[in-house]
C-alpha cells in the first residue's frame, strides 16, 4: 500500500491550525494548482485534487478528530477502494465508527451478530464528479444533465443475487450470524465467517447476468441543479444516485464536486468580486466615471474621486457574487490602475509642458513629503 501524504503537510499548515488559516492556506494552493491556470500538466491537476481531498477532511471538525486520532485509516474500504473524503463507509467517506471500535477493542461494542448484521445491511460506496462550471453560470445557477457509469441494481434478479426461483439459505458454517469465534491462547476472537464472507447467507445459483452481485454496471443520466453563489469546493449531493450496495442493499450517494473557471475580468474571493480598471492621469486628476458590466447583466457605474491615486480601492455594494442558499450579494471591489500616456500629439505635449511650468509641488502631496525625507536624511 503506498504511504499518503499527511494533510496537514499538504496544505502546508501546523497540526493546531484553525479553520481560517486552513481555508487560507487551501485557497492559495488551489489556486496555484488549479488545472485551469496549469493546462496539460499532470502532477498540478494530481497536486490540486490532493489539496482538495485534504480540505473536504481537515475544514469538517468531526472528520478531521476522526483523521487526527486514526489517520487514514479511518478512510479505507471506501470509494473505489481508497481512502479520502470521498469514499468509505459512512456518507462522508468515513468509516462506521461501530467499524472502528470494533476494530479497536473487538466484539465487545458488537456483540456476535451486530458485525454481521452491519456487514449484511452495508449500503454501497459514494461517487463522487467533478463539475466545472464558468463564473457567470454559478451566478446564476444552471440545470443540466450528466452521464455516468455506476453500478445499479441488477433488474433480473431484483438486487438479490439469486437466480430467478431461487433464493439465499442460511449459512451452515455460521447459522446465519456472519462471524464465527475462535479461542487464541486466553482469548476468543470473533472473525467474519469464511464461507458466507460476513453475510449470514449464501447463494447457491447465482443470477447469470450479475454474478450473484446484485448489481450491474449501466450508463445512468442525472438532472443536477446547481444553485447560484456556488464556489470552487461546493459539494452537491445526490441521495442513493451512487453505487448500488450489494445484493440488495441500499445505494449510496453521489457526492457532485463544482470547480469554478477563472475569469478574464473578475476574481473571486467568497462571495466577493474584485476587478482592475486602468484610467486615464486626466481622469484621475480631475474626476469621473467607469462603467462595470455586472454579471446579472447590467452596469455598474464606479464614481472616480478627484486625485485618486494609483491602487485605490472602490467598493460597490451588492455587486457581487451571490449568497450561496441565502440573501443578497456581495461587494465589487474596483482597485484603479492610473496609466500613464504613451503617445502623445503635438498639441498634448504642448499643453502638458504649459502645465509643467506651471508646478509649485504642491499639486503633489506625496511627492513633495517623499523629497522632504530625502532632505533630512542627506542634509539637505
Keep these: 500500500m503506498a504511504t499518503q501524504t499527511d494533510y496537514y503537510s499538504l ?8 479553520g481560517s488559516t486552513i481555508k487560507s492556506a487551501y485557497r492559495k494552493l488551489a489556486m496555484k494548482w488549479h488545472p485551469d491556470r496549469n493546462p496539460g500538466n499532470a502532477e498540478a491537476e494530481a497536486k490540486f485534487k490532493a489539496c482538495n481531498e485534504a480540505y473536504e477532511c481537515l475544514k469538517d471538525p468531526q472528520k478531521r478528530a476522526a483523521y487526527d486520532r486514526f489517520g487514514h485509516e479511518a478512510f479505507t474500504q471506501g470509494m473505489n477502494g481508497g481512502g479520502g473524503p470521498g469514499g468509505g463507509h459512512g456518507p462522508d467517506g468515513f468509516a462506521d465508527i461501530g467499524d472502528i471500535f470494533e476494530t479497536i477493542f473487538g466484539s465487545a461494542f458488537g456483540g456476535g451478530g451486530m458485525g454481521a448484521q452491519r456487514q449484511r445491511q452495508r449500503r454501497g460506496a459514494d461517487l463522487r464528479y467533478d463539475m466545472q462550471v464558468t463564473l457567470d453560470e454559478a451566478f446564476h445557477g444552471k440545470s443540466t444533465e450528466i452521464e455516468i457509469e455506476v453500478s445499479q441494481s441488477c433488474d433480473t434478479c431484483d438486487g438479490s443475487g439469486a437466480a430467478p426461483g431461487t433464493s439465499e439459505r442460511t449459512c451452515n458454517l455460521c447459522h446465519g450470524q456472519g462471524s464465527v469465534r475462535a479461542k487464541q491462547g486466553l ?14 447467507q449464501v447463494i447457491e445459483d447465482p443470477c447469470g447476468d450479475c454474478r450473484g452481485e446484485g448489481r450491474v454496471d449501466k450508463a ?17 449531493r445526490l441521495s442513493g444516485k451512487g453505487e448500488a450496495g450489494q445484493r440488495g442493499a441500499p445505494p449510496g450517494d453521489l457526492y457532485i464536486f463544482v470547480h469554478v473557471k477563472e475569469h478574464p475580468l473578475f476574481e473571486r474571493e467568497g462571495t466577493t468580486l474584485a476587478t482592475r480598471v486602468p484610467i486615464s492621469f486626466t481622469t484621475a486628476a480631475l474626476g469621473g466615471s467607469v462603467d462595470i458590466p455586472d454579471l446579472d447583466g447590467s452596469t455598474n457605474t464606479v464614481d472616480i474621486p478627484v486625485g485618486i491615486q494609483s491602487g485605490k480601492q472602490l467598493r460597490v455594494r451588492g455587486a457581487g457574487m451571490p449568497v450561496l442558499q441565502g440573501r443578497g450579494r456581495g461587494d465589487l471591489v474596483v482597485e484603479v490602475k492610473v496609466e500613464t500616456p504613451t503617445k502623445l500629439s503635438r498639441k498634448q505635449r504642448e499643453i502638458l509642458e504649459q502645465f509643467r511650468d506651471t508646478e509649485t509641488g504642491e499639486e503633489c502631496p506625496e511627492s513633495r513629503s517623499f523629497f522632504s525625507k530625502i532632505k533630512e536624511a542627506f542634509g539637505g
Design 11 to 18: 496544505l502546508e499548515v501546523s497540526r493546531d491550525a484553525d
Design 187 to 200: 482469548f476468543v476472537v470473533e472473525r467474519p465467517c469464511p464461507t458466507c464472507g460476513g453475510r449470514g
Design 220 to 236: 445512468q443520466a442525472l438532472q443536477v441543479d446547481i444553485p447560484p453563489g456556488v464556489d470552487t469546493g461546493t459539494r452537491i
